[in-house]
């Protein structure tokens, strides 16, 4: 069965950077894209950044441009979500999710930036 589990969460403080991973299995990763998305506290899910089944290609939301890198190892059946400079306003929930006959996500990982 499809598994997406998500790690690498915690505190951080603002201005720092925190890298999330999310490891897949029960599926072919390599054929698929791959996506995190966000639920801050109050707020609903969404989208932050997709990385195409041939990781040529990344799209970002604008709030996080140029802050957060998607990146995808197929050895490793992993999708990573490096993110830096990160605000306060980027506490939140991330999840991490696949696509298929349905949609898929992980159970997610708190990610908390305050001083």
């Known amino acids: 069965q499809v598994q997406l589990v998500e790690s690498g969460g915690g505190l951080v403080q603002p201005g720092g950077s925190l890298r999330l991973s999310c490891a897949a299995s029960?599926?072919?990763?390599?054929?698929?894209?791959m996506r995190w998305y966000r639920q801050a506290p109050g707020k609903e899910r969404e989208w932050v950044a997709t990385?195409?089944?041939?990781?040529?290609?990344?799209n970002y939301a604008d709030s996080v441009k140029a802050r957060f890198t998607i990146s995808r190892d197929d050895v490793k059946n992993t999708v990573y979500m490096q993110m830096n400079s990160m605000k306060p306003e980027n506490t939140a929930v991330f999840y991490c999710?696949?696509?298929?006959?349905?949609?898929?996500w992980g159970q997610g990982t708190q990610v908390n930036v305050s001083s």
């Open positions: 029960g599926f072919t990763f390599s054929n698929y894209a």
């Open positions: 999710h696949a696509s298929m006959l349905r949609d898929y």
């Open positions: 990385i195409s089944s041939a990781g040529g290609t990344t």
